[in-house]
């Protein structure tokens, strides 16, 4: 039945699967080219990381954390993505399984706008806002992150409330928990949604999964897997205290500064970055969100950014923190179409308006793709996207990458990589991390242990490793030649050195 449904759909809809096909291999052939450019940084590090040695039988340990990653975040949902990684061994599964995520998710959007709304060519003005948003974009392409799984679920979850599925719904209300510490909060505002939307049962067996949920991973899971050193104090769960430490060390102290200090919450962080954060995330959507209160769902993630002193989380939308804003506002978009549709009694009228969405999509468009050929940051502009010339650099600027090597130069350093053997330990900078994740990696940091290392291996244009040393390039090498290493290869910023 499944098979001929699938088949049906195919068939019916060919133009859409040609749309998400040409997406799909686009995305793969990107993500392909930054990962082996080494371009991707720490996190694809670390989750590949968790891959491997989860399937050496260290069960979702990470040499970075030095304890499970689940003492760092509390993303279980990895666990489905193992079996693919054990059959392919490839650090590309995780890359090609967050483009199908993203795919599914485009396959949802169109369905979902094709039963709500009349105009047809308004479906494939959706599913292209969905699949070009510069949120979608920037969060399939900047790394691979778990909270990807969340973008097709909260979808699912979205159409199981219009079609009444209960079973698939609590279905995947349950998955979701798996996937984030801070998806208990989305279950959360869905819950207060479903009450409003008069359907008490299920909002408060919602709330009660998603309140039942936060206490256990926050208080107990994640703490109790917090068995290292790498966050300072063991045994907590430190994120509240690091990135909205001035509204309180726990999310209910943070809570009540929200409510007692309001204008000290707001305006702790610069107020007009707040405002045009929002103001972009309504205009990637043609500010059609505003015309439907789903759009409030996406209150947690908005204020999770806005807060957070981790200024990357709100700079140009290039961070994965923003994903959860995708499924409400997308789907909050075509239920404001709709109302559009019903109220506007002059057609003529309603083609205007479409008018304009279609010149906005483009323009987002145009805007989301170009720093893909943007040659120079220097002659960079701002423009309606990019208030800021350096929100895509070294991710996404075509001659920006942080390592620029020709193919006959990376073939010469995987050929190094290849020849360094399982015994020998190597330290390198966040950038090296995912392409030596199956080595003896451990981060470099000054300390007294770094010059035990068998390699070195660094990316000089890391500015993370650079501010963080505190100390001239030149003067770092010669530190390393007065330890006893020898740089053994060296091309633009990336060295290699042995002891």
């Not at 305006?267 to 707040?274: A, G, I, N």
């Amino acid at each position: 039945m499944l098979r001929k449904n699938v088949l049906k759909f195919m068939k019916q809809n060919y133009q859409v699967i040609l749309i998400l096909l040409v997406y799909f291999m686009i995305s793969v052939y990107a993500q392909h080219e930054i990962y082996h450019s080494i371009n991707s940084h720490r996190d694809t590090g670390i989750y590949l990381d968790v891959m491997h040695k989860s399937l050496e039988g260290n069960f979702f340990f990470t040499i970075e954390t030095a304890m499970s990653y689940l003492g760092d975040h509390f993303e279980f949902a990895l666990i489905f993505l193992l079996p693919f990684y054990f059959i392919f061994k490839s650090p590309m599964v995780i890359f090609v399984a967050q483009t199908i995520l993203f795919t599914i998710g485009g396959i949802l959007v169109y369905i979902y706008s094709k039963e709500t709304i009349k105009t047809k060519i308004m479906n494939y003005v959706f599913l292209i806002t969905y699949l070009l948003s510069p949120i979608v974009l920037t969060t399939n392409l900047r790394d691979f992150h778990a909270v990807a799984i969340a973008v097709p679920l909260v979808l699912g979850i979205l159409y199981t409330i219009k079609k009444e599925n209960w079973k698939w719904y609590y279905f995947l209300t349950i998955l979701l928990m798996l996937v984030k510490e801070n998806m208990t909060l989305i279950a959360m505002v869905i819950g207060v949604y479903l009450f409003f939307k008069k359907k008490r049962k299920h909002a408060v067996n919602t709330l009660i999964i998603g309140v039942v949920s936060f206490i256990i991973i926050v208080n107990i899971l994640i703490p109790a897997f917090n068995t290292g050193e790498y966050f300072g104090e063991e045994n907590t769960y430190l994120y509240f205290e690091r990135n909205y430490g001035y509204l309180g060390s726990s999310a209910s102290e943070a809570v009540k500064t929200l409510i007692t200090q309001p204008v000290y919450a707001l305006t702790y962080l610069p107020f007009e970055e707040k405002i045009t954060y929002v103001f972009n995330a309504l205009r990637f959507n043609h500010f059609l969100p505003l015309l439907n209160p789903l759009t409030l769902l996406a209150a947690p993630t908005i204020g999770q950014n806005v807060l957070n002193t981790f200024v990357i989380s709100t700079e140009c939308f290039t961070y994965h923190t923003n994903s959860m804003i995708i499924p409400f506002f997308i789907i909050s978009s075509i239920l404001g179409f709709a109302f559009l549709e019903r109220k506007i009694k002059y057609r003529w009228l309603l083609r205007i308006i479409i008018l304009i969405i279609l010149v906005n999509v483009i323009i987002n468009s145009i805007t989301a793709i170009y720093p893909f050929f943007t040659e120079e940051v220097g002659t960079q502009k701002p423009n309606m996207f990019i208030q800021n010339p350096e929100c895509y650099k070294n991710h996404f600027q075509k001659n920006d990458f942080h390592v620029q090597l020709t193919k006959e130069e990376l073939k010469e350093f995987y050929s190094i990589i290849d020849n360094i053997q399982p015994r020998e330990s190597i330290k390198g900078t966040f950038y090296i991390y995912p392409i030596v994740y199956t080595k003896q990696y451990l981060p470099l940091r000054l300390k007294s242990d770094t010059w035990n290392s068998d390699y070195i291996i660094v990316d000089l244009k890391d500015k993370e490793f650079l501010l963080g040393i505190e100390m001239s390039v030149f003067k770092f090498k010669e530190i390393l030649l007065e330890k006893g290493y020898t740089i053994i290869w060296e091309k633009k910023n990336l060295i290699v050195l042995k002891r």
